[in-house]
């Protein structure tokens, strides 16, 4: 199943990352060892923040796509499962709609 991994960097770690040279090295291996689908990348709340999309098929897995970023960088990771516009036309929304209604 579809994951998107948000991760949302701690300003102070990261800083200092980048000041000591770990930052870049640090998220390549970690990226290349998690595999995503998509990394983006991005400001919110006036954070540093990555969004991944990543295949978790299991739930034991999601350390796997967390621990990384809590121990390197004292990030906030949330999870939340995703669909592709192919997912979402294969559902009949039409149907699910008449049975929550009960007609």
Known sequence: MRFLVKVKLSLECVNRSIRDGSFGP????TLAELKPEAAYF?????????MLIVDISEASQIPKFAEPFFHE???EVRLHPVMTAQDLASVNLQELAKMSSGA
């Open 42 to 50: 991005l400001e919110e709340d006036g954070c540093r923040t990555a």
């Open 26 to 29: 640090t998220l390549q291996k």
């Open 73 to 75: 960088m004292n990030a």
